[in-house]
């Protein structure tokens, strides 16, 4: 074999070492590529679609919902959280009230100063200016959905058809009102005429 072949396998042989590289390179790469994928994916279903707690809360409903609520808020990075998102689904037997759940808030971290026909302005904090941090709508057991929509979080049952969402708009516009009226006048007043706005809404619910 003259110097010239020799030559010649030696390049054939390292050009084949070489593909060979490029393609184990290759392969390296597609499965760097699809576990990184498969991990963003797996990372967005729990964070937008969290899983359902299949275990219903039978006791201290109204502590857990805080408890949840407050790692709902946390998580959130306590209201700077621009995107809307749902915490947690959770299920519950028996129906509480969002006064009972401000009983059990940490109100230096999760402040709630106004409740639905209740007073609950003593639940502030000197870290926001806004001290209305929690909405409740529960209208019905079983499913219910703790969110972080308009750097607030929002608990609701998510058993809510037409005349049950009409009913909660009301109730919406009931909250909208006191949230305007404290700037002027005591909670009590407040209280009262957002009860009286609430059932006059509710009556042309159909």
Known sequence: MSI???????I???????????EFIQSYLYVIIALVIGGLMIFFLLRY???????????????ELARHALECWRENRYGMEANANVCKILRIENLTTEKEITKYLDCEKLPNNICLFENCENCTSKAFLDNDKLDVFLESTGE???AYEDRRIIISSTNCEALCICKRNCKGDAISYTRECIKEKNMVECIEKAKELYENCINSCK
């Open 49 to 63: 679609y969290p899983l359902d707690s299949k275990a219903p809360i039978k006791s201290n409903i109204a502590k």
């Open 12 to 22: 054939k042989i390292s050009k084949a070492n070489r593909k060979g590289d490029i």
């Open 144 to 146: 219910v959905k703790i």
């Open 4 to 10: 010239f072949e020799i030559i010649s396998n030696d």
